[in-house]
């Protein structure tokens, strides 16, 4: 199975602030890679695609980059609604496996 | 609009079997596979398998092989996910979505399955 680390685990942030979040693959899955957002006790939401393709009407603040094994979610401008979890999820081979997840706390 | 709807909170024992559906609307049923992901209290998102409705192909994970079966009714537009041999480490919130281009674009709410003698 093709492994994935997000990194980090945990970030404290405040609103205004550019934060970045990695996901790192254990082989390369291209640029097959999706992006979601979860807030407690709610279904994940798909906020990028293919690495770097926004998702319709997801804020403009969210952006993903990179191909191969590392990949980046970074958002440009931290707002209140963004404090959640996030996750990536790699779509190249079955089984198609999540990170971790990143807890995207206020500071 | 797409919406998958899922049934209710169940409560098992340990050993029994569980069977979620998940009813599609709003695009034609069999032109996307749906995907059953769940997710522990407190713990991350974990990939179950696939179904394609048209013609009911089937991917498992590993972890599940021989334990979940994954089926389809186009007559209704509903796909279902039975687990059986249930353990605690079971218990967890059980979401179908609606595979885009192969992730993930549409989600249910939910289904709780808590195993508990």
């Known amino acids: 199975d093709i492994q994935m680390t997000q990194s980090p685990s945990t970030l404290s942030a405040s609103v205004g602030d550019r934060v970045t979040i990695t996901c790192r693959a254990s082989?390369?899955?291209?640029?097959?890679l999706a992006w979601y957002q979860q807030k407690p006790g709610k279904a994940p939401k798909l906020l990028i695609y293919?690495?770097?393709s926004l998702e319709s009407g997801v804020p403009s603040r969210f952006s993903g980059s990179g191909s191969g094994t590392e990949f980046t979610l970074t958002i440009s401008s931290l707002q209140p609604d963004d404090f959640a979890t996030y996750y990536c999820?790699?779509?190249?081979?079955?089984?198609?496996?999540f990170g971790q997840g990143t807890k995207l706390e206020i500071k | 609009q797409v919406q998958l709807v899922q049934s209710g909170a169940e409560v098992e024992k340990p050993g029994a079997s569980v069977k979620v559906s998940c009813k599609a609307s709003?695009?034609?049923?069999?032109?996307?596979?749906i995907h059953w992901v769940r997710q522990a209290p407190g713990q991350g998102l974990e990939w179950m398998g696939i179904?394609?409705?048209?013609?009911?192909?089937?991917s498992y994970a590993q972890k599940f092989q021989g334990r979940v079966t994954m089926t389809r009714d186009t007559s209704t537009s509903t796909v279902y996910m039975e687990l059986t041999n249930l353990y605690s480490d079971d218990t967890a919130v059980y979401y179908c979505?609606?595979?885009?281009?192969?992730?993930?674009?549409?989600w249910g709410q939910g289904t709780l399955v808590t195993v508990s003698s």
């Open positions: 979505s609606r595979d885009t281009g192969s992730y993930s674009a549409y």
């Open positions: 709003g695009y034609t049923f069999t032109r996307y596979s």
């Open positions: 179904i394609n409705p048209n013609g009911g192909y089937t």
């Open positions: 082989q390369s899955i291209s640029s097959w």
């Open positions: 293919k690495a770097s």
């Open positions: 999820q790699q779509y190249d081979t079955y089984p198609y496996t």
